[in-house]
DNA sequence: TAAACATATTAGAAAATTCGAATATGCTAA
DNA sequence: TTAGCATATTCGAATTTTCTAATATGTTTA
C-alpha cells in the first residue's frame, strides 16, 4: 500500500479550512461565477476575495478563465466536491462542538 | 433548507488540517491508543502530541479515557472518518497541486 | 488614447498556529 | 509517602494566516 503523504492532505483541507473559502468553493460548484459575483455573495472585499481564489487557484482546486473583462471560476477537483458533500451532509447530525 | 454555517464546517475543516493531526486521528481511528504510542508513531514530542490531541478533544472529534498510568484517546465522530475516508481514497487520483 | 471597470498583486499590521521548554497533575509501585 | 512514569498545561518565540489599503494589470468603451 502507498505511504500516505498526511501534508500532502493537511494542504488540501488547509485549503478548504477557512469559511471564506468555504463558501467561495461551495458557490463556484454550483456553476461557474466571477469574481464580481462571488464578492457580493460572500460580502468580503474584492482584495480579499481575489487573495482567497488565489490559494484556490494555487493548490489546483478551480480554474479560472476570462470572459471579456470579467474573470470567472469554475471548480477543478472532484475531491473537494465530495469532501464538501461529505461535510454538508453530516453537519446535522454532526454533535461536534465548535465554541466554547 | 438549513443555512449553511461555514465557521463551523472551517473549524472542523481546520482541526484536520495539520499533518500530524491527521496522522493521530488516521491511528487512533484503527483503534484506540494511548499518548505514548502516538508520541513514537508521529515523532513528535509529549507536549506536541498533547498538544494536538487537546485541539482534537475541543472540538469533538476524540474522546480519551484513562487506563491505569496511560491516556487513552478514541475516535468521536463519524464525520471525521468520513472525510478521511474520501481524502484518502481520492489520493491516487488527485491532482491537486501541493507544492511550487 | 483615455476613462472606467474588473481583477491581481504587494505591503504591512494584527491575529492565529505551532512547537520546544518548563512546569503541573495524576497514577502506580516501591 | 516518595519516586517515577505518563500526560496536560503554560509560556514565549517563530511562523503562518488573514485582512485592508494601495497599487498594478488587463479589458472595454467612448
Redesign the interface.
Known amino acids: 500500500m502507498?505511504m500516505?503523504?498526511?501534508?500532502?492532505?493537511?494542504?488540501?483541507?488547509?485549503a478548504?479550512?477557512?469559511?471564506?473559502?468555504?463558501?467561495i468553493v461551495?458557490t463556484i460548484r454550483k456553476g461557474d461565477i466571477c469574481v464580481k459575483s462571488l464578492e457580493e455573495i460572500t460580502g468580503a472585499s474584492q482584495s480579499c476575495v481575489s487573495q482567497h481564489l488565489s490559494v484556490l487557484r494555487?493548490?489546483?482546486?478551480v480554474n479560472s478563465y476570462r470572459d471579456g473583462n470579467l474573470v470567472c471560476y469554475s471548480l477543478n477537483?472532484?475531491?473537494t466536491d465530495?469532501?464538501l458533500n461529505?461535510?454538508?451532509e453530516?453537519?446535522?447530525?454532526?454533535?461536534?462542538?465548535?465554541e466554547?
Open positions: 502507498a500516505i503523504d498526511y501534508q500532502k492532505e493537511a494542504d488540501i483541507l488547509k478548504l479550512a477557512n469559511p471564506i473559502r468555504l463558501k461551495d494555487n493548490i489546483g482546486m477537483h472532484r475531491l465530495k469532501i461529505c461535510i454538508h453530516e453537519y446535522d447530525h454532526s454533535t461536534l462542538k465548535t466554547e
